[in-house]
């Protein structure tokens, strides 16, 4: 990987972490990364970190199951629940396969990155 490449994967990373829609985990994942960035444990956090993103992006089903659930009424409050779920359905009828948020969006970006690297 070149060390432009590099600088752009941490730049996804920051802006993937500072998405107000980046879970908790995720977020922390992304820490303990940029913290070691140019140390030992580089690689072992960065591979964690890629486990951690593969494992929260949001597949648009999943999306549109959970929003129309009574969890994400209780969560999210009735009105904003069906505005996502009628963006979730949106994205679906689209041929979407991928939330959208701004955290899935840069975690996916980091993924076609780390491909493209390849």
Do not use: N, W
């Not at 969560?75 to 689209?94: N, P, R, V």
């Amino acid at each position: 990987m070149t060390q432009e490449l590099k600088y752009q994967i941490i730049d996804k990373i920051r802006e993937m972490a500072a998405a107000p829609s980046c879970c908790a985990e995720l977020k922390e994942k992304a820490e303990e990364y940029l913290v070691a960035v140019g140390t030992t444990r580089e690689d072992k956090k960065f591979r964690e970190l890629v486990d951690e993103i593969k494992a929260d992006i949001i597949p648009v089903d999943a999306m549109v199951e959970f929003m129309a659930s009574p969890q994400a009424t209780e969560e999210f409050g009735e009105e904003t629940a069906k505005e996502f779920l009628a963006h979730a359905k949106e994205l679906q009828a689209k041929g979407e396969k991928f939330c959208d948020c701004p955290a899935c969006s840069a975690a996916q970006e980091v993924l076609k990155l780390i491909i493209s690297s390849k």
